[in-house]
């Protein structure tokens, strides 16, 4: 572990350090006898329930929980790790919106343009049309834009690219923490990959300080402050 990096979110943003807490969280086991599957669940999620529990020893945790958990995240992009489903997916249509800008802008089809606003939603649809269409180099997006198929419907365009750059990001953390965040990512509401595009996914080093620039620049939420 990097003793400095948690003095530091100690001293200067204990939020995060409460969420990495939350993400590497030991799980425990109950010493009661309770044969009901979903009521034992409900248990187990309540934190301020099994806190009582444990102090009363009628639930004990599994320590070595501790060292096998992922704590190294001083490279500010796996800390998208840290985040909600719906956050991760917003992350994704954000970029996806600004990659596809002029696209949008220069739709003329009334299906293209419905099945974008819909997908996208009014406000980042907007978005797209006005400070979006800005926030990309010409190179970076003609870069991203050539992973999929010009022929593609365009929303169809806009939904894959989204979960496209949450696996690109993905695909640089190291193994243990992709592993960890599996089921984080399976429970995305956007489409899955092909397997060939998953396989043969475009690297790009530049990746995360473009959307490290979008989250602080566009977004406004409590879970930004990872990142700062």
């Known amino acids: 572990m990097n003793y400095l990096f948690f003095r530091d979110q100690i001293r200067d943003n204990p939020a995060f350090l409460s969420e990495l807490l939350v993400f590497n969280k030991t799980p425990l086991t109950l010493k009661l006898d309770v044969s009901d599957k979903a009521l034992?669940?409900?248990?187990?999620?309540?934190?301020?329930?099994?806190?009582?529990?444990?102090?009363?020893?009628?639930?004990?945790?599994?320590?070595?929980?501790?060292?096998?958990?992922?704590w190294s995240f001083t490279d500010d992009c796996q800390r998208l790790a840290l985040l909600a489903p719906e956050n991760l997916r917003h992350v994704g249509m954000l970029l996806a919106a600004a990659i596809y800008a002029d696209d949008i802008a220069s739709s003329v089809t009334k299906r293209d343009v419905l099945a974008a606003r819909e997908f996208l939603g009014e406000?980042?649809?907007g978005w797209a049309?006005?400070?979006g269409r800005f926030e990309l180099s010409d190179k970076a997006r003609s870069k991203l834009k050539a992973a999929l198929p010009a022929d593609m419907a365009l929303a169809e365009r806009i939904s894959l690219m989204s979960?496209?750059?949450?696996?690109?990001?993905?695909?640089?953390?190291?193994?243990?923490?992709r592993a960890k965040t599996g089921q984080l990512f399976n429970s995305i509401n956007l489409p899955e990959l092909p397997d060939a595009l998953r396989e043969n996914m475009p690297a790009s080093r530049k990746?995360?300080?473009i959307v490290k620039k979008l989250v602080l620049r566009e977004t406004v939420a409590e879970w930004t402050h990872y990142f700062k």
């Open 207 to 209: 990746l995360w300080f």
């Open 123 to 125: 406000e980042l649809y």
């Open 40 to 70: 034992r669940d409900r248990i187990l999620a309540d934190r301020a329930l099994c806190a009582v529990l444990h102090k009363r020893g009628l639930a004990e945790s599994d320590t070595s929980a501790i060292s096998a958990g992922y």
């Open 129 to 131: 049309l006005n400070r």
């Open 163 to 177: 979960r496209l750059v949450l696996e690109m990001l993905r695909s640089s953390w190291p193994e243990a923490l």
